[in-house]
């Protein structure tokens, strides 16, 4: 997955009103992603359960294959073990374990975006009472900048602020 997401996140105060129109579609995209994802970890859950099943019954059926003599009895433990071992079952483990991953991205992401809403919301509300009208010097990104370039800015001058008054 790539970080177009946080280009899409960020917030152009000079554009407030394509920022608006943009925010239903940019949430129902990545909601559609957030599906499609969730839907593939599935897909892979049910495959990781029947490989399972498989080798499951393909040990109980020839435990010899498997290195338990004939006179040994089978057991959970061993199946799990033999389970565990098996390099196509970790395969779709790891499989599994990422299309967990991407779904807990995209869920995060979808939640960013209904905050990036009552962001847009609240900078509307801003705009209205002339938070940025004169004749005081308006607290404004420049042109075309976006507001997650801004934060990153004050970030960076909060830290050296802090390492000064450390020395």
């Known amino acids: 997955m790539s ?4 280009k899409d996140l960020a917030i152009d105060p000079y554009s407030l009103d394509t920022e608006l129109m943009d925010q239903p579609g940019l949430l129902a995209h990545y909601g559609q992603e957030l599906a499609s994802a969730k839907k593939q970890q599935e897909k892979l ?5 029947v490989a399972l099943a498989q080798l499951d019954a393909k040990i109980r059926e020839k435990p010899h294959l498997f290195g338990l003599s004939e006179d040994k009895k089978i057991t959970e433990k061993f199946i799990e073990a033999k ?6 079952i970790q395969s779709l483990k790891a499989e599994v374990i990422e299309a967990q991953f991407e779904v807990n991205v995209l869920t995060w992401i979808t939640k960013a975006f209904t905050q990036r809403k009552t962001s847009l919301e609240l900078m509307v509300e801003l705009y209205k009472s ?28 909060a ?9």
């Not at 970080?3 to 946080?6: A, D, G, L, P, T």
């Not at 859950?45 to 359960?49: F, G, S, V, W, Y």
């Not at 389970?83 to 196509?88: E, K």
């Not at 002339?130 to 042109?143: D, F, L, N, T, V």
């Open 45 to 49: 859950e049910e495959k990781l359960a």
């Open 83 to 88: 389970q565990t071992l098996d390099a196509g």
């Open 3 to 6: 970080n177009k997401y946080m």
């Open 130 to 157: 002339e938070y940025w009208a004169g004749p005081k010097e308006p607290r404004m990104a420049e042109p075309g900048k976006r507001m997650i370039d801004v934060q990153d800015g004050e970030k960076a001058a």
């Open 159 to 167: 830290q050296k602020l802090r390492r000064r008054r450390e020395e």
